[in-house]
Protein backbone atom coordinates (compact mmCIF):
# COMPACT_ATOMS: atom_id res chain seq x y z
CA UNK A 1 0.00 0.00 0.00
CA UNK A 2 1.50 3.15 -0.84
CA UNK A 3 1.68 6.19 1.52
CA UNK A 4 -1.02 8.02 -0.16
CA UNK A 5 -3.74 5.27 -0.28
CA UNK A 6 -2.52 4.48 3.42
CA UNK A 7 -2.79 8.34 4.21
CA UNK A 8 -6.16 8.31 2.95
CA UNK A 9 -6.81 5.11 5.01
CA UNK A 10 -6.23 6.82 8.21
CA UNK A 11 -8.17 9.35 7.43
CA UNK A 12 -11.16 7.54 6.26
CA UNK A 13 -10.73 5.73 9.87
CA UNK A 14 -11.01 8.97 12.01
CA UNK A 15 -13.85 10.06 10.08
CA UNK A 16 -15.81 7.07 10.70
CA UNK A 17 -14.77 7.05 14.17
CA UNK A 18 -15.91 11.08 14.64
CA UNK A 19 -18.99 9.66 13.03
CA UNK A 20 -19.95 7.26 15.80
CA UNK A 21 -19.22 9.65 18.32
CA UNK A 22 -20.96 12.02 16.77
CA UNK A 23 -24.43 10.00 17.02
CA UNK A 24 -24.07 8.35 20.26
CA UNK A 25 -23.74 11.95 21.44
CA UNK A 26 -26.27 14.13 19.46
CA UNK A 27 -29.97 14.16 19.55
CA UNK A 28 -30.62 14.46 23.64
CA UNK A 29 -32.15 17.29 24.98
CA UNK A 30 -30.55 20.59 26.73
CA UNK A 31 -31.71 19.05 30.32
CA UNK A 32 -30.10 15.53 29.83
CA UNK A 33 -26.92 17.44 29.68
CA UNK A 34 -27.13 19.27 32.50
CA UNK A 35 -27.81 16.46 34.59
CA UNK A 36 -24.93 15.06 32.65
CA UNK A 37 -22.69 17.89 33.59
CA UNK A 38 -23.85 18.22 37.32
CA UNK A 39 -23.26 14.04 37.59
CA UNK A 40 -19.85 14.43 36.97
CA UNK A 41 -19.08 17.47 39.18
CA UNK A 42 -20.28 15.67 42.07
CA UNK A 43 -18.38 12.27 41.23
CA UNK A 44 -15.35 14.37 40.84
CA UNK A 45 -16.53 16.00 44.42
CA UNK A 46 -16.89 12.53 45.87
CA UNK A 47 -13.81 12.01 47.64
CA UNK A 48 -15.62 11.52 51.30
CA UNK A 49 -16.52 7.60 50.77
CA UNK A 50 -13.59 5.94 49.47
CA UNK A 51 -11.54 7.03 52.13
CA UNK A 52 -14.24 6.85 55.02
CA UNK A 53 -12.91 3.83 56.80
CA UNK A 54 -9.60 5.27 56.35
CA UNK A 55 -10.55 8.63 58.50
CA UNK A 56 -12.01 6.34 61.28
CA UNK A 57 -9.36 4.47 61.46
CA UNK A 58 -6.85 7.09 61.27
CA UNK A 59 -8.46 9.97 62.34
CA UNK A 60 -10.97 8.28 64.89
CA UNK A 61 -9.16 5.64 66.40
CA UNK A 62 -11.99 3.24 64.98
CA UNK A 63 -11.73 -0.38 64.73
CA UNK A 64 -11.44 -2.11 61.71
CA UNK A 65 -15.43 -3.52 62.63
CA UNK A 66 -16.76 0.08 63.79
CA UNK A 67 -15.20 1.60 60.36
CA UNK A 68 -16.64 -0.74 58.19
CA UNK A 69 -20.40 -0.51 60.50
CA UNK A 70 -20.55 3.31 59.82
CA UNK A 71 -19.98 2.48 55.57
CA UNK A 72 -22.92 -0.11 56.38
CA UNK A 73 -25.08 2.43 58.03
CA UNK A 74 -24.67 4.84 55.01
CA UNK A 75 -25.55 1.44 53.01
CA UNK A 76 -29.06 1.03 55.24
CA UNK A 77 -29.79 4.78 54.75
CA UNK A 78 -29.43 3.97 50.60
CA UNK A 79 -31.11 1.23 50.72
CA UNK A 80 -34.42 3.33 52.17
CA UNK A 81 -33.73 5.93 50.13
CA UNK A 82 -33.74 4.10 46.25
CA UNK A 83 -37.20 3.19 46.74
CA UNK A 84 -38.56 6.56 49.04
CA UNK A 85 -36.71 9.00 46.50
CA UNK A 86 -38.61 6.90 43.69
CA UNK A 87 -42.21 7.00 44.71
CA UNK A 88 -41.53 10.77 45.98
CA UNK A 89 -40.35 11.89 42.08
CA UNK A 90 -43.33 9.65 40.84
CA UNK A 91 -45.54 11.62 43.21
CA UNK A 92 -43.90 15.06 43.79
CA UNK A 93 -42.10 15.25 40.52
CA UNK A 94 -38.09 15.01 39.79
CA UNK A 95 -36.91 18.33 40.31
CA UNK A 96 -38.21 18.16 44.38
CA UNK A 97 -36.32 15.34 44.69
CA UNK A 98 -33.55 15.78 43.15
CA UNK A 99 -32.86 19.58 44.56
CA UNK A 100 -33.81 18.63 48.47
CA UNK A 101 -31.75 15.64 48.33
CA UNK A 102 -28.57 17.13 47.51
CA UNK A 103 -28.85 20.16 49.21
CA UNK A 104 -30.03 18.33 52.26
CA UNK A 105 -26.84 15.63 51.69
CA UNK A 106 -24.23 18.82 51.23
CA UNK A 107 -25.76 19.92 54.65
CA UNK A 108 -25.08 16.56 56.26
CA UNK A 109 -21.81 16.33 54.87
CA UNK A 110 -20.69 19.08 55.48
CA UNK A 111 -21.22 18.64 59.83
CA UNK A 112 -19.64 15.28 59.98
CA UNK A 113 -16.46 16.69 60.83
CA UNK A 114 -17.95 18.83 63.35
CA UNK A 115 -19.42 15.77 65.21
CA UNK A 116 -18.25 14.23 68.26
CA UNK A 117 -18.14 10.36 68.97
CA UNK A 118 -18.41 7.47 67.65
CA UNK A 119 -22.23 6.94 67.45
CA UNK A 120 -23.21 11.13 67.32
CA UNK A 121 -20.67 10.44 63.45
CA UNK A 122 -22.67 6.90 62.67
CA UNK A 123 -25.96 8.65 63.12
CA UNK A 124 -24.94 11.66 60.29
CA UNK A 125 -23.73 9.26 57.84
CA UNK A 126 -26.99 7.08 58.37
CA UNK A 127 -29.08 10.18 57.87
CA UNK A 128 -26.76 11.57 54.86
CA UNK A 129 -27.06 7.56 53.06
CA UNK A 130 -30.90 8.48 53.47
CA UNK A 131 -31.06 12.30 52.33
CA UNK A 132 -28.35 12.67 49.80
CA UNK A 133 -29.10 9.17 47.87
CA UNK A 134 -32.58 9.77 47.04
CA UNK A 135 -31.78 11.69 44.29
CA UNK A 136 -30.33 8.41 42.53
CA UNK A 137 -34.04 7.75 41.04
CA UNK A 138 -34.87 10.53 40.45
CA UNK A 139 -31.90 11.05 38.34
CA UNK A 140 -33.05 7.38 36.21
CA UNK A 141 -36.17 8.52 36.08
CA UNK A 142 -35.60 11.83 34.79
CA UNK A 143 -33.48 10.58 31.78
CA UNK A 144 -35.98 8.15 31.21
CA UNK A 145 -38.33 11.06 30.49
CA UNK A 146 -36.38 12.86 28.19
CA UNK A 147 -35.14 9.89 26.14
CA UNK A 148 -36.72 7.62 23.60
CA UNK A 149 -36.94 4.39 24.77
CA UNK A 150 -34.41 2.94 21.65
CA UNK A 151 -31.96 5.32 23.51
CA UNK A 152 -32.08 3.95 26.62
CA UNK A 153 -28.66 1.85 26.35
CA UNK A 154 -27.00 5.04 25.57
CA UNK A 155 -28.38 7.60 27.74
CA UNK A 156 -27.52 5.69 30.84
CA UNK A 157 -24.42 4.47 30.00
CA UNK A 158 -23.13 8.32 29.26
CA UNK A 159 -24.89 9.20 32.45
CA UNK A 160 -22.52 6.51 34.23
CA UNK A 161 -19.83 7.97 31.58
CA UNK A 162 -19.91 11.26 33.41
CA UNK A 163 -19.65 9.40 36.64
CA UNK A 164 -16.63 7.40 36.04
CA UNK A 165 -14.72 10.50 34.33
CA UNK A 166 -15.77 12.42 37.88
CA UNK A 167 -14.02 9.09 39.21
CA UNK A 168 -11.57 8.52 37.35
CA UNK A 169 -9.80 12.01 38.94
CA UNK A 170 -12.04 12.19 42.71
CA UNK A 171 -10.25 9.63 44.32
CA UNK A 172 -6.59 10.65 43.38
CA UNK A 173 -7.81 14.28 44.35
CA UNK A 174 -9.18 13.14 47.85
CA UNK A 175 -5.42 11.17 48.03
CA UNK A 176 -3.59 14.41 47.92
CA UNK A 177 -5.66 16.25 49.91
CA UNK A 178 -6.11 14.03 52.71
CA UNK A 179 -2.04 13.69 52.69
CA UNK A 180 -1.43 17.26 52.29
CA UNK A 181 -4.67 19.07 53.43
CA UNK A 182 -6.31 16.59 55.91
CA UNK A 183 -9.63 15.15 56.32
CA UNK A 184 -11.92 18.04 57.17
CA UNK A 185 -11.08 19.50 53.33
CA UNK A 186 -12.71 16.28 51.85
CA UNK A 187 -16.14 16.60 53.58
CA UNK A 188 -16.00 20.47 52.12
CA UNK A 189 -15.42 19.35 48.71
CA UNK A 190 -18.07 16.79 49.05
CA UNK A 191 -20.72 19.18 50.12
CA UNK A 192 -19.99 21.58 47.63
CA UNK A 193 -20.01 19.80 44.66
CA UNK A 194 -23.38 18.66 45.44
CA UNK A 195 -24.51 22.33 46.20
CA UNK A 196 -23.11 22.76 42.57
CA UNK A 197 -25.30 19.92 41.18
CA UNK A 198 -28.37 21.03 43.04
CA UNK A 199 -28.10 24.79 41.55
CA UNK A 200 -27.46 23.34 37.92
CA UNK A 201 -30.46 21.65 38.53
CA UNK A 202 -32.80 24.50 39.47
CA UNK A 203 -31.52 26.69 36.94
CA UNK A 204 -31.29 23.96 33.76
CA UNK A 205 -33.30 21.16 34.33
CA UNK A 206 -37.29 21.48 33.86
CA UNK A 207 -39.84 19.24 35.91
CA UNK A 208 -39.91 16.04 33.55
CA UNK A 209 -42.52 13.73 35.28
CA UNK A 210 -45.43 13.18 32.32
CA UNK A 211 -48.47 14.63 33.18
CA UNK A 212 -51.32 12.24 34.30
CA UNK A 213 -53.04 12.81 30.36
CA UNK A 214 -49.89 12.78 28.89
CA UNK A 215 -49.02 9.07 30.81
CA UNK A 216 -52.65 7.86 29.95
CA UNK A 217 -52.22 8.33 26.50
CA UNK A 218 -55.11 7.22 24.48
CA UNK A 219 -56.92 4.80 26.99
CA UNK A 220 -60.02 5.24 27.44
CA UNK A 221 -62.12 7.02 30.58
CA UNK A 222 -62.54 3.78 33.08
CA UNK A 223 -58.94 2.87 32.33
CA UNK A 224 -57.67 6.29 33.78
CA UNK A 225 -59.62 6.32 37.14
CA UNK A 226 -58.15 2.48 37.59
CA UNK A 227 -54.64 3.39 37.30
CA UNK A 228 -54.43 5.43 40.17
CA UNK A 229 -55.29 2.89 42.31
CA UNK A 230 -52.78 0.40 40.43
CA UNK A 231 -49.98 2.41 40.77
CA UNK A 232 -47.64 1.83 43.87
CA UNK A 233 -44.78 0.45 45.48
CA UNK A 234 -46.67 -2.70 45.78
CA UNK A 235 -47.14 -3.39 41.97
CA UNK A 236 -43.56 -2.72 42.00
CA UNK A 237 -42.54 -5.21 43.98
CA UNK A 238 -44.87 -7.91 42.29
CA UNK A 239 -43.24 -7.38 39.58
CA UNK A 240 -40.58 -10.58 39.37
CA UNK A 241 -38.70 -9.14 36.37
CA UNK A 242 -37.62 -6.23 38.30
CA UNK A 243 -37.17 -7.83 42.05
CA UNK A 244 -34.72 -10.28 40.13
CA UNK A 245 -32.58 -7.66 39.00
CA UNK A 246 -32.60 -5.98 42.07
CA UNK A 247 -31.51 -9.03 43.81
CA UNK A 248 -28.99 -9.43 41.09
CA UNK A 249 -27.76 -6.05 41.72
CA UNK A 250 -27.39 -6.59 45.34
CA UNK A 251 -24.90 -9.41 44.90
CA UNK A 252 -23.15 -7.77 42.36
CA UNK A 253 -22.89 -4.74 44.75
CA UNK A 254 -21.70 -6.60 47.97
CA UNK A 255 -18.58 -7.66 45.39
CA UNK A 256 -18.02 -3.97 44.03
CA UNK A 257 -18.91 -2.34 47.67
CA UNK A 258 -15.37 -3.67 48.82
CA UNK A 259 -13.12 -1.69 46.45
CA UNK A 260 -14.44 1.24 48.67
CA UNK A 261 -14.51 -0.51 51.93
CA UNK A 262 -11.80 -2.97 52.50
CA UNK A 263 -9.57 -2.37 49.13
CA UNK A 264 -8.14 0.74 50.94
CA UNK A 265 -7.56 -1.57 54.09
CA UNK A 266 -5.97 -4.49 52.11
CA UNK A 267 -3.27 -2.05 50.14
CA UNK A 268 -2.43 -0.52 53.66
CA UNK A 269 -1.83 -3.85 55.09
CA UNK A 270 0.23 -4.29 52.17
CA UNK A 271 2.50 -0.79 52.91
CA UNK A 272 0.60 1.47 50.23
CA UNK A 273 -0.35 4.96 50.90
CA UNK A 274 -4.05 6.11 50.65
CA UNK A 275 -2.48 8.06 47.23
CA UNK A 276 -1.45 4.62 45.49
CA UNK A 277 -5.19 3.69 46.63
CA UNK A 278 -6.41 6.53 45.08
CA UNK A 279 -4.31 6.00 41.94
CA UNK A 280 -5.82 2.24 41.83
CA UNK A 281 -9.03 2.94 42.22
CA UNK A 282 -8.60 5.92 39.35
CA UNK A 283 -8.00 2.96 36.80
CA UNK A 284 -11.47 2.10 37.35
CA UNK A 285 -12.24 5.33 36.25
CA UNK A 286 -9.89 5.33 33.40
CA UNK A 287 -11.37 2.33 32.13
CA UNK A 288 -14.60 2.84 32.27
CA UNK A 289 -13.99 6.40 30.36
CA UNK A 290 -12.15 4.84 27.64
CA UNK A 291 -14.74 1.33 27.17
CA UNK A 292 -18.39 2.16 28.07
CA UNK A 293 -19.73 4.14 25.33
CA UNK A 294 -18.29 2.21 22.70
CA UNK A 295 -19.76 -1.06 25.05
CA UNK A 296 -23.02 0.40 25.01
CA UNK A 297 -23.04 0.89 21.22
CA UNK A 298 -22.34 -2.58 21.03
CA UNK A 299 -24.32 -3.98 23.85
CA UNK A 300 -27.81 -2.06 22.18
CA UNK A 301 -28.60 -5.10 20.63
CA UNK A 302 -27.57 -7.93 22.48
CA UNK A 303 -28.97 -6.83 26.07
CA UNK A 304 -29.77 -9.98 27.86
CA UNK A 305 -29.17 -12.80 30.45
CA UNK A 306 -25.83 -13.92 28.82
CA UNK A 307 -24.15 -10.17 28.12
CA UNK A 308 -25.35 -9.87 32.28
CA UNK A 309 -23.83 -13.45 33.12
CA UNK A 310 -20.52 -12.87 31.36
CA UNK A 311 -20.27 -8.94 32.77
CA UNK A 312 -20.66 -10.43 36.29
CA UNK A 313 -18.33 -13.57 36.03
CA UNK A 314 -15.44 -10.81 34.76
CA UNK A 315 -16.20 -8.57 38.12
CA UNK A 316 -15.62 -11.86 40.21
CA UNK A 317 -12.43 -12.45 38.64
CA UNK A 318 -11.23 -8.95 39.02
CA UNK A 319 -12.24 -9.29 42.62
CA UNK A 320 -10.55 -12.21 42.83
CA UNK A 321 -7.39 -11.31 41.51
CA UNK A 322 -6.88 -8.83 44.66
CA UNK A 323 -6.02 -12.12 46.47
CA UNK A 324 -2.76 -12.46 44.39
CA UNK A 325 -1.69 -8.63 44.75
CA UNK A 326 0.82 -7.20 47.23
CA UNK A 327 1.89 -4.21 44.82
CA UNK A 328 0.05 -1.68 43.63
CA UNK A 329 0.29 -2.78 39.90
CA UNK A 330 -1.00 -6.15 40.94
CA UNK A 331 -4.46 -3.86 42.98
CA UNK A 332 -4.30 -1.86 39.79
CA UNK A 333 -4.55 -4.93 37.35
CA UNK A 334 -7.11 -6.55 39.23
CA UNK A 335 -9.42 -2.96 39.03
CA UNK A 336 -9.12 -2.79 35.83
CA UNK A 337 -10.55 -6.58 34.86
CA UNK A 338 -13.23 -5.99 37.56
CA UNK A 339 -13.97 -2.31 35.80
CA UNK A 340 -14.43 -4.48 32.27
CA UNK A 341 -17.16 -6.66 33.93
CA UNK A 342 -18.64 -3.17 35.41
CA UNK A 343 -19.39 -1.44 31.80
CA UNK A 344 -21.19 -4.37 30.85
CA UNK A 345 -23.53 -4.32 33.73
CA UNK A 346 -24.21 -1.42 35.92
CA UNK A 347 -25.06 1.03 33.23
CA UNK A 348 -27.05 -1.31 31.57
CA UNK A 349 -29.45 -3.05 34.22
CA UNK A 350 -31.05 1.04 34.71
CA UNK A 351 -31.39 1.05 30.90
CA UNK A 352 -33.72 -2.81 31.72
CA UNK A 353 -35.00 -1.28 34.42
CA UNK A 354 -36.60 1.52 32.13
CA UNK A 355 -38.00 -0.64 29.47
CA UNK A 356 -39.30 -2.61 32.21
CA UNK A 357 -41.66 0.21 34.10
CA UNK A 358 -45.02 1.71 33.27
CA UNK A 359 -44.35 5.51 32.30
CA UNK A 360 -46.56 6.42 35.82
CA UNK A 361 -43.88 4.31 37.82
CA UNK A 362 -40.47 5.62 36.76
CA UNK A 363 -38.89 6.57 39.55
CA UNK A 364 -40.64 3.91 41.88
CA UNK A 365 -38.53 1.09 39.43
CA UNK A 366 -35.74 2.54 39.53
CA UNK A 367 -35.72 3.02 43.06
CA UNK A 368 -36.18 -0.35 43.54
CA UNK A 369 -33.73 -1.80 41.70
CA UNK A 370 -31.34 0.85 42.88
CA UNK A 371 -32.42 -0.20 46.72
CA UNK A 372 -30.16 -3.47 45.41
CA UNK A 373 -26.95 -1.20 45.53
CA UNK A 374 -28.21 0.76 48.59
CA UNK A 375 -28.72 -2.73 50.58
CA UNK A 376 -25.41 -3.87 49.29
CA UNK A 377 -23.99 -0.91 50.40
CA UNK A 378 -25.49 -2.08 54.04
CA UNK A 379 -24.01 -5.55 53.81
CA UNK A 380 -20.92 -5.60 52.12
CA UNK A 381 -18.70 -2.96 54.23
CA UNK A 382 -20.17 -5.05 57.22
CA UNK A 383 -19.22 -8.14 55.72
CA UNK A 384 -16.17 -7.25 54.09
CA UNK A 385 -14.66 -6.13 57.24
CA UNK A 386 -15.39 -8.92 59.43
CA UNK A 387 -14.38 -11.66 56.81
CA UNK A 388 -11.04 -9.31 56.62
CA UNK A 389 -10.52 -8.59 60.20
CA UNK A 390 -11.52 -12.37 61.51
CA UNK A 391 -10.17 -14.67 58.45
CA UNK A 392 -7.39 -12.40 56.20
CA UNK A 393 -7.70 -10.96 52.64
CA UNK A 394 -7.46 -14.20 50.68
CA UNK A 395 -10.71 -15.06 52.18
CA UNK A 396 -12.36 -11.63 51.50
CA UNK A 397 -11.39 -11.81 47.53
CA UNK A 398 -12.06 -15.68 47.05
CA UNK A 399 -15.49 -15.31 48.57
CA UNK A 400 -15.91 -12.01 46.34
CA UNK A 401 -15.51 -14.33 42.93
CA UNK A 402 -17.55 -16.82 45.01
CA UNK A 403 -20.78 -14.59 45.19
CA UNK A 404 -20.18 -13.18 41.62
CA UNK A 405 -20.06 -16.52 40.00
CA UNK A 406 -23.49 -17.94 41.45
CA UNK A 407 -25.05 -14.15 40.79
CA UNK A 408 -23.92 -15.13 36.90
CA UNK A 409 -25.45 -18.24 37.30
CA UNK A 410 -28.79 -16.85 38.60
CA UNK A 411 -28.83 -14.02 36.04
CA UNK A 412 -28.60 -17.18 33.37
CA UNK A 413 -31.25 -19.93 35.22
CA UNK A 414 -34.01 -17.15 35.61
CA UNK A 415 -32.93 -15.27 32.46
CA UNK A 416 -32.76 -12.02 34.07
CA UNK A 417 -32.33 -8.88 31.54
CA UNK A 418 -34.39 -10.80 28.96
CA UNK A 419 -36.20 -8.83 26.08
CA UNK A 420 -39.42 -8.30 26.34
CA UNK A 421 -40.94 -6.07 23.90
CA UNK A 422 -44.49 -6.15 25.24
CA UNK A 423 -43.15 -3.82 27.83
CA UNK A 424 -41.25 -1.53 26.04
CA UNK A 425 -41.92 1.88 26.52
CA UNK A 426 -45.23 0.29 28.25
CA UNK A 427 -47.52 3.75 29.77
Not at 8 to 23: D, I, N, T
Not at 156 to 183: C, D, H, K, Q, T
Not at 352 to 370: D, F, H, K, N, S
Request: no cysteine.
Amino acid sequence: MGRGALFLARGQRRLASRRVVRGMLSGYPRAFWVLFAGTFVNRLGLVVLPFLTLYLTGERGASIEQATLVVSLYGAGAFAAGPIGGALSDRFGRRAVLIGSLVGGAALMAGMPLVQGYWPLAGLVLAFGLVGEMYRPAVSAAVSDLVPPERFARAFSLLYWAINLGVAFGPALGGVLAERVGYTALFAVDAASMVIYAVAIFFGVPETKPLAEEAGGAEDEATLEAAPRARGLADALRDPALLGLAIATLGVGIAFMQAFATLPLAMEADGLSERLYGFAVMVNGLVVVAFSLPVARWAETRLGPGLLASAVATIGVGVGMHALADSFWGHAAAVAVWSLGEIAFIPLVPAIVARLAPEALRGTYQGVQQSGWGLSKMLGPALGGLILAQLGDAALWGSGLALALVVAAVILALRLGAPNPDRVGAG
